[in-house]
């Protein structure tokens, strides 16, 4: 087995990704998109042609102001960091770079864990040569499939602005275009070491989407899917997204459970099913997003083990606590108050959050302030999948948390934005230009709209409408270089208030060792950034290895044999010789070896031994004087024949020539003995007598 880890991601909207190997299959887990890279373009402006804005462009990079030696001038000057930084040209999006360096046709399954890591695989699917087979539950696949087609349906503004597609590579792309980038910006689009251009794509189109989820195979929480008869692949619940799963892998010599960003006490998504990977083999720990926290809040500070007498209702207690839980309540209900007291001082609210489950509680707790204080606004939806997300998430039972499937019992909806439409408090638009939407429009209110990365959809337009209002506020969650992701709304000129919040994007550090104990695997596999804040454990319960970033760490073999099942029917048949020198017993099997269910296995055959046309299978050293006495016994008589000439002429065999009662001949070697006679009845005397001294069947 082999993991390669090709990305550590940067949270919730860009996941990790990993290359394994297993039985010779690889298989590619996650195919997400760096949306945050789209901070490097700049939003189509409103009020210009395309004409002008490449003018504008041209002039700010192309035109040396009369120098000869302009060029040479470009390199050595950084161009400042501000609005005409941005590239001006229809966005190209930001792929696992190091997964490009693989040869796709050679890729035998992928799985899918969240709906962001679904967003790059009709980059997959559309390529030439790939043939894998997807794995992914069946509520991310209609969550990621909806994303994609908000995705593609933002990107088309752009086309519409910039026109048809460039052939080739597009000017930006050019290493002169390139050099003159800021260096923040030249990171986001080479990487820091230069090497991650190559994984920048063209968006794929809505016909790409139809035939990405065509190809998928949908599977609910706990179902098996068995691949080539090899390999059993189950999903698992995370907790921290609807649909967001962990998997385990089992094939003919163990099992490996992969732990991706997962939530235990979750208010929206189905809990965190971290029973049903006690006891595996390999446990492969992909969650980077505590390190992230980590890195922002406490550097270098460390977990220890706890302590060898913790009972297992302990460590349970703890990982169930829900204290991240009630954090998230009070950061969501700080931003409704923020919110609110917005809309009171007559401001618009923005909130282009990109989390399904967040948006959702958002809606119950704002509408729940605004009754309280007695103050009414609209509440907008602005989405071209808006109507069909939030329909859907209504009738999903099975993907939600107990407290949720508890209301529908109860014959309440399962999210408050029913309630809220029935009573027109919630109003839901397809695109910001929507003529009902321009009718019933009102200022002040509240906007939950795509996209996040401040440069595609509804956001882009309010924010330009919003940023020099004071009142006004951006309720904006972490994740983008804020610097550049604000340049082209004049933050120079910015008034509008933006609160930046962060939500639980995984596993929290502290609790990361306890879920280890009780997991119990034999093998753990944690990414290198954790060998200073995870202490290994003082017992040998399980062995640690790390890996790092586009390195492949190579896991150890479970087993040193091969386990094989025999069904009754073949065991009932077979005859049992025994070994008195190895004190072993041996038979000869015959049947069809089969791989099915992650298990070898032999069926039963027709042709069962014990024909005396088929040879026996012998073990030992052949004594010779033995054998002639043997011989003798049975009435043959014979002579060993020293420096004979073998039937094939090779010298590295002794000759036993039987003359009476007829003549036969038998060519002793290290590793066969060859009996060739006229009689066939006195050849299987002669098996018979070799069989008697050697031990056999």
Partial sequence: MKLTCLSRGKGFYFPPCHMLNVCGFRILIDCPLDLSALAVFAPIPPGF???????????????SDGCESGNEERKNIEK?????????????YKTVANLHLWNLSFIDVVLISSPSGMLG???????????????????AAKLGKLMMEDLVSMHEEFRQFYGSEELGSPHWMKWEELESLPSAMKE????????????????YSAADIEDCAKKAQKLKYAEVACYNGTINIKPISSGLEIGACNWTIRYPDGTIAFVSSSEFVPSHALEFNYNALRSCDVLIYSDFSSLDILETANKGSNYTAPEDSSTSSDLEELLLHADESSEEMDKL??????A????????SVLIPIGRLGIMLQLLEQISICLESSQHKVPIFVISSVAEELLAYTNIIPEWVCKQRQEKLFSGESLFAHVELLNGERLQVYPAIYSPKLLLHWQEPCIVFCPHWSLRLGPAVHLLRRWHGDEKSLLIWEEGMDSDIALLPFEPKVMKMKVLRCSFLSGIVLKKVQPLIHILQPKFLVLPEDFRQQIISPVSDSYSVLHYSVNETLKLPTLKEGSELEITADVISRLHWKNLQEQNLSITRLKGNLVMCDARRRILYSDELPCSNSEPPLLSGALDLQKLLTRLSEMGIGGSLQEGSVTTDGLSDARVLRIDAPSEALLEIRSTSTIISAAN?????????AVNSILDGT
């Fill in 49 to 63: 042609s395309a004409v002008q804005d490449e003018e504008d462009f041209g002039h700010s990079v192309g035109e």
């Fill in 80 to 92: 400042p960091m501000d609005a005409k930084a941005l590239i001006r040209s229809e966005p190209w």
């Fill in 121 to 139: 695989l009709p980059f997959l699917t559309r390529a030439e040569g790939f043939s894998a087979k997807i794995y992914v539950t069946e509520a």
């Fill in 188 to 203: 986001i689009v080479l990487g820091t070491d230069g090497i991650e251009l190559g994984g920048w794509m063209p968006l």
């Fill in 333 to 338: 209900n700080f931003i409704c108050s923020c």
């Fill in 340 to 347: 609110v007291d917005a809309v009171k001082a007559g401001g």
């Fill in 680 to 688: 066939e009845e006195l050849a299987f005397h002669i098996r018979d």
